[in-house]
């Protein structure tokens, strides 16, 4: 009988391109970054974080490189909008700094020719990761510093892409891992990453994050925030991907709402920051309020409010 991870593979069997020495088939595939997207994905996120910072905190900031960006990790963090394992939200007064590396990453993605196999990807998410956080968070059933796959919180998609930014390094990266016999129910939603862990029978070190490459990861494939103590501060681009493919799981995985509307069609995509913006309805303000002491705090809105309007 087939393995869950050898029937997964076969929705990647047309990929090419890849760096096969770094990849393994159906579970991680490691392309290299050219050097014009590389500069382009760099400059739009750091966009997106002085303009955030600055609709915030109400000064200018004009963070360039790994040491700024780590000199102001405190003011990060601050955020309202930054999310306990490190998702830096868009909001009403941010959200179309997002349109940016949302075009930049589509532009690579054709360059390197994959989105001929793909059908859709989520909105572009921007995580900021610090060793600052870890006392903070290292409990967290869901704490991404734990070996796990996206899919146990209910991410339903084939896979993820990732790229690095900012910060990527021996200290401070993402270590990637081919799980050893995982159950047929691998991939189902858990409460604890610790316990869907008894899933497979351990699991193989496939590599770390590296700067000027990107993975495209399968569900199946687990990773981890890598830290050191000394370790400065990272930023990473990640979105949910799924293949044209008949072995798309997109219909057989499970869904949870904060998941939905988060996908849109490749040619949708194409148009951001040309025709169609992304949108927010939330302010930084009322994102601030939910977590004051005494208030309940909201549920989290489907894809964190984001939508797509026209210019």
């Not at 050898?6 to 990647?12: I, N």
């Not at 572009?124 to 996206?150: A, C, M, Q, W």
């Amino acid at each position: 009988m087939s393995s869950i991870i050898d029937v997964r593979k076969k929705k990647y069997e047309d990929l090419a391109g890849y760096d096969q020495e770094l990849s393994k088939d159906g579970l991680a595939y490691i392309y290299n970054v050219m050097p014009e997207s590389d500069r382009n994905l760099k400059e739009s996120v750091l966009g997106y974080i002085n303009g955030t910072l600055e609709a915030y905190y109400h000064r200018e900031f004009n963070i360039s490189n790994d040491d700024e960006l780590h000199e102001n990790i405190d003011k990060i963090l601050g955020l309202p909008n930054v999310t306990p394992n490190g998702a830096l939200v868009p909001k009403n007064e941010t959200a179309y700094l997002t349109n940016d590396i949302q075009k930049s990453l589509i532009d690579y993605l054709e360059e390197i020719d994959i989105l001929r196999y793909v059908k859709s990807l989520e909105t572009v998410n921007v995580l900021i990761k610090s060793y600052t956080e870890v006392d903070k968070f290292s409990h967290r059933p869901y704490y991404t510093g734990k070996i796990h796959t996206d899919a146990w919180v209910g991410h339903h998609s084939d896979g993820i892409v990732w790229l690095g930014i900012l910060g990527v390094g021996d200290d401070n990266t993402m270590e990637i891992f081919e799980p050893i016999n995982p159950s047929n129910n691998f991939l189902t939603i858990s409460q604890d990453f610790d316990e869907a862990l008894k899933r497979c029978n351990g699991v193989k070190s496939l590599g770390k994050m590296s700067n000027h490459k990107m993975i495209l990861m399968d569900h199946i494939c687990l990773h981890q925030t890598y830290y050191t103590p000394s370790a400065k501060t990272r930023v990473t681009i990640n979105c949910g991907i799924i293949m044209n493919n008949p072995y798309s799981y997109e219909h057989s995985a499970e869904k949870i709402e904060r998941f939905n509307l988060a996908f849109y069609p490749i040619n949708t995509l194409r148009e951001i920051g040309r025709t169609l913006s992304f949108h927010v309805e939330e302010s930084l303000k009322e994102a601030e309020d939910k977590f004051k002491p005494g208030v309940d705090s909201q549920k989290i809105l489907p894809n964190n409010g984001i939508v797509i309007k026209e210019i």
